[in-house]
């Protein structure tokens, strides 16, 4: 019974090992390189700076 209970657990630290690997393969092949997330990034703020009323809410609560 000792064998069978390590070649299970074997098998389930492998099979943990290895679901863990494919999602951290599929997590890295759908990042972005940094440059393109940057360039999307600054195309949506083409506005400029904006202090809406939640902005100055916090500017309010900073003063001494």
Do not use: N
Request: without cysteine.
């Amino acid at each position: 019974m000792t064998t069978k209970s390590k070649s299970r657990r074997a098998f389930l630290l492998a099979a943990g090992a290895g679901g863990a690997g494919a999602v951290a393969a599929v997590v890295v092949a759908s990042q972005k390189p940094e440059g393109q997330r940057a360039e999307k990034v600054m195309a949506g703020k083409q506005d400029g700076y904006r202090a809406s009323e939640h902005i100055q809410k916090y500017y309010k609560t900073t003063e001494v």
